[in-house]
């Protein structure tokens, strides 16, 4: 199987790693939004084409792992699937964070494009958020955005995760952003 069936998907098949991330996101320890530096290692791997009906959607899955520069425990993980269906130009992301939060974001795009962005919203039936029960009374997910280049091996990413925190009594915007480079 050619690895351009990915469409621009196709870039991020391998290992990546990068010490740039910077975690933004609220401290119940320090009861304040702070800023942490993080580096991570994302895997990204080929499972194939998958067929739903006539929809024939091209599926790598990943991994990924960060770690607070200085630290050697890892703080935060997830687990996932990245999808491109070509007849639509549409570019999924679907994935699950173990705190029990899932998101399947989308968005459109050609199958060339080296930047392209996905979002997600709570009650939305084409791409949404779940939480756990304990997730919705104190930190519940309403959006979802990320937007993204890999161009050259290198991978650039910016999320937004907007929360409503109980904690603050109102909405906070967890961002992460990272550059990552193509190692294997």
Known sequence: M?????????????TWEGDQGLDVSYSYDKQAVIETPYRETAVFNIVGDVDNGDQ??????YTTAAI??????????????????????????????????????????AADATSFTMSAK??????GVLSNPYLIEK????????????????????????????????????TDKNTLRKVK
């Open 56 to 61: 024939k959607l091209w599926v790598i899955d």
């Open 139 to 174: 930190a519940e997910c309403t959006e979802y955005k990320l937007s993204c280049t890999i161009e050259n091996d290198v991978w650039s990413y910016e999320e937004d995760t907007v929360l409503q925190m109980a904690a603050t009594g109102g909405t906070v915007h967890h």
């Open 2 to 14: 050619a690895n351009e069936e990915f469409g621009p998907l196709a870039a991020l098949i391998g």
């Open 122 to 127: 709570q009650g939305d039936n084409a791409f």
């Open 68 to 109: 607070r520069i200085g630290e050697d425990e890892v703080f935060h993980t997830e687990l996932g699937y990245w999808l491109w269906d070509p007849a639509r130009g549409e570019v999924m992301r679907c994935f699950m964070v173990p705190r029990g939060s899932t998101i399947l974001a989308g968005g459109t795009c």
